[in-house]
């Protein structure tokens, strides 16, 4: 399938705030089997999962991707959030959108990487949301923290909960190749920066998806990095065992860091993504016809997150 040609638009928060959001689109004439939403982690964008997002359109995914709010091209002070319920308003918001891009009976798959993989979970564990299924990569279930770190993540969102810090992502620790590491360091939508506040969602909201993963009930594929040392890769294994029996396929891989989908040796993963997504959701019959962008029917949105 030929390459996607990505184009950016602005959607509009409920607090009038914009945010940035990426769509790679299939090909003229191409049947599309269903939606990616992309859901990207601390300091970076949706942008920079740019070769993901090639290859689920290849797979015949249309993808989309937000850069949420103090990231990327979105409003708001770098590594800075609001409110918690900003963070997750935006995520309803978007999924929302999104459903309604799609004809009935296509599915919606949320992708979150690290701490964007902590809100997807945290929202749908919170409330029901039209989702088929979830991917999560290297979740940030838990953090790497010494004993400075633990003490600033008590003190600091009390007394300043708006002061950022250096968000001590190491972007070596990222991938093994070296052009995504220096992409990264290159890339002027990249920042390091981590308010206290959302420090302390980061922490909280882990602790707290660990607690409620036996209820967790949407089909999910979980990846991540066997040599991951931006988050502990215990908090995925921890999920991935106190989920219900037969709803979470988790695939760790030896060796891998933190972003195993940018990966000199990312084709097992791929392989994996691929295989799930055709088992979870098969690809249409030969011969169907394009998927009309427009649903037929829509469900009423979900009550706003409460503050």
Not at 40 to 51: D, F, I, M, S, V
Not at 137 to 159: D, H, K, N, Y
Not at 188 to 209: I, K, Q, Y
Not at 272 to 283: G, I, K, M, N, V
Request: with cysteine.
């Amino acid at each position: 399938m030929p390459r996607s040609d990505s184009t950016l638009s602005t959607f509009t928060a409920g607090d009038g705030e914009n945010i940035a959001v990426q769509h790679w689109r299939l090909p003229a004439g191409a049947v599309r089997r269903g939606a990616v939403l992309l859901v990207h982690g601390l300091g970076e964008h949706a942008g920079r999962h740019e070769r993901l997002a090639q290859r689920l359109v290849a797979w015949g995914f249309e993808v989309h991707g937000y850069d949420q709010c103090g990231h990327g091209e979105s409003s708001g002070r770098r590594g800075r959030i609001p409110s918690i319920r900003r963070l997750l308003q935006d995520l309803q918001d978007l999924i929302e959108a999104t459903r309604r891009r799609l004809a009935p009976g296509e599915p919606l798959i949320v992708l979150g990487h690290s701490m964007g993989a902590l809100v997807v979970t945290r929202l749908l564990l919170l409330r029901d949301m039209p989702v088929d299924g979830v991917v999560l990569s290297s979740p940030a279930f838990m953090l790497r923290l010494g004993p400075v770190q633990r003490f600033m993540l008590r003190i600091v969102p009390r007394l300043a909960p708006d002061l950022a810090v250096g968000n001590g992502i190491a972007p070596e620790a990222l991938s093994h190749d070296p052009d995504v590491v220096d992409a990264y360091r290159s890339d002027p939508l990249v920042h390091d920066r981590v308010s206290g506040r959302l420090a302390r969602f980061m922490a909280e909201a882990g602790t707290r998806v660990l607690a409620q993963a036996g209820r967790w009930k949407l089909p999910t594929l979980l990846v991540w990095g066997g040599s991951d040392c931006v988050v502990d890769p215990r908090g995925s294994r921890r999920f991935a065992e106190r989920t219900p029996p037969g709803v979470v396929r988790a695939c760790a891989f030896r060796g891998l860091f933190h972003e195993v989908f940018n990966e000199m040796e990312a084709e097992p993963v791929y392989a994996a993504l691929q295989r799930w997504l055709e088992e979870t959701f098969p690809p249409p019959p030969r011969g169907a016809a394009p998927a009309s962008p427009v649903p037929q029917r829509m469900p009423p949105p979900a009550a706003p997150i409460p503050s």
